[in-house]
């Protein structure tokens, strides 16, 4: 079993940036490849970003790509997500999750899950 708790969220402000963490209890990290997704009021459950094993592959949805960045610390049983220049449209609920064998966008695929934290961006 893992244990994922994410924390970082908070209220901002368009144009702002917050770094989002997931530590993770219960087994070793890096046994596991690390996503982060979110959901917002209504909609479903969608993919953010993407991590591997070891960190040296990431893969992002374009709604992300050159504001988002997905990084890892193994030795301390950590992801991240830094988020710059935040948008209204990035206001949901972030959730990471840990997949044994599984790299990619498919929520499905992966195995844990945290509680999330709430993500919301003023205009």
């Known amino acids: 079993q893992v244990q994922l708790v994410e924390s970082g969220g908070g209220l901002v402000q368009a144009g702002d940036s917050l770094r989002l963490s997931c530590a993770a209890s219960?087994?070793?990290?890096?046994?596991?490849?690390m996503g982060w997704f979110r959901q917002a009021p209504g909609k479903e459950r969608e993919f953010v970003a993407v991590i591997s094993w070891s960190g040296d592959s990431t893969y992002y949805a374009d709604s992300g790509k050159g504001r988002f960045t997905i990084s890892r610390d193994n030795a301390k049983n950590t992801v991240y997500l830094q988020m710059n220049s935040l948008k209204p449209e990035d206001t949901a609920v972030y959730y990471c999750?840990?997949?044994?064998?599984?790299?990619?966008?498919?929520?499905?695929?992966?195995?844990?899950w945290g509680q999330g934290t709430q993500v919301t961006v003023s205009s």
């Open positions: 999750a840990a997949s044994g064998g599984y790299y990619g966008s498919t929520w499905n695929g992966y195995d844990y």
């Open positions: 219960g087994r070793t990290l890096s046994n596991y490849a």
